[in-house]
C-alpha cells in the first residue's frame, strides 16, 4: 500500500526565516510525486509535479526537490502570505493519488 | 485561469437521507475524481471517471456511493443512505489526462449529517 508520511506536523516560522519541509514515501513505481498548499476552507491549490529523482521546481519562495524515498520542499525567506498547510501526494498506480497529513505552516511577521 | 467550482458549498441532511453534491470540472479535462477529507484528517481518494465510466475506486467507495456524468458539464456524486460518517468535506477534481498530471481541486462542498 502506498504511504506518504509529512514532517513536521506543524512548523513555526519568523518572516525572513527559511527552512524545509520533508515527505517521505513508500510506493511501488512513482510516476509522479505532488505539492499542493491548502488554505483552511479551501480545496487543494497546486503547486509542483516531481517525476524522477534528481529533480527540481522552483516557484517563487518555494523549491521542490525529489529522491528516490523522498521530497523536499525548501521555502526562503517566507512571508506571512505564505501561511497554509502543504500537502504531499503521490501516483503510483492508475489515477489514484495518496496524500500525506500535511504540514501547517505559520510564518509570524 | 479556469478553476472546478461545486454546489452546494454547504449541505446539511439527515441520517438516512440521499444527498447529491454537483461539481463543474475545467472543460478541456478529461478525467474527473472525487476526494473527501474528515476534519483534521489527511485527502482521501474516492473514485476516478473517465470516458463515462468508473476507472478506479477506493475501498470507501461502496455500493452507497455512485457518481454521474449527466451532461458535457456536470460531474456527480451521489450518496444513498447517509450515515453520521459521511460527514466530511467533499473535493471534486480534474485533470487533463489521467496520468502523471496534476489533478485541480475545487473549494469542496461541507456536507453534515445530523
Known amino acids: 500500500e502506498d504511504q506518504v508520511t509529512q514532517s513536521p506536523e506543524a512548523l513555526r516560522l519568523q518572516e525572513g526565516e527559511s527552512s524545509s519541509l520533508n515527505c517521505s514515501y513508500t510506493v511501488s513505481g512513482l510516476r509522479g510525486l505532488f505539492w499542493y498548499r491548502q488554505d483552511p476552507g479551501k480545496g487543494p491549490e497546486f503547486l509542483f509535479t516531481l517525476y524522477s529523482a534528481g529533480e527540481e521546481k522552483e516557484k517563487e519562495r518555494l523549491k521542490a526537490t525529489l529522491t528516490k524515498k523522498e521530497s523536499f520542499l525548501h521555502i526562503t525567506a517566507p512571508k506571512p502570505e505564505d501561511s497554509a498547510t502543504y500537502l504531499c501526494a503521490v501516483q503510483a498506480g492508475y489515477q489514484k493519488v495518496t496524500f500525506g497529513t500535511g504540514t501547517k505552516l505559520q510564518v509570524i511577521p | 485561469e479556469p478553476e472546478v467550482t461545486q454546489t452546494p458549498s454547504h449541505q446539511v441532511t439527515q441520517m438516512g437521507q440521499e444527498v447529491i453534491l454537483r461539481c463543474v470540472p475545467i472543460?478541456?479535462?478529461?478525467?474527473f475524481y472525487w476526494y473527501r477529507q474528515i476534519l483534521g484528517q489527511k485527502v482521501e481518494f474516492l473514485v476516478s471517471f473517465y470516458n463515462n465510466e468508473i476507472s478506479e475506486k477506493s475501498e470507501i467507495f461502496d455500493d452507497q456511493f455512485s457518481v454521474e456524468r449527466p451532461d458535457g458539464s456536470n460531474f456527480t456524486l451521489k450518496i444513498r443512505s447517509t450515515k453520521l460518517e459521511d460527514s466530511a468535506m467533499y473535493f471534486c477534481?480534474?485533470?487533463?489526462?489521467?496520468?502523471?498530471?496534476?489533478?485541480?481541486f475545487g473549494d469542496g462542498t461541507r456536507l453534515s449529517i445530523l
Open positions: 477534481a480534474s485533470s487533463n489526462t489521467g496520468e502523471d498530471q496534476p489533478q485541480h
Open positions: 472543460s478541456n479535462h478529461l478525467y
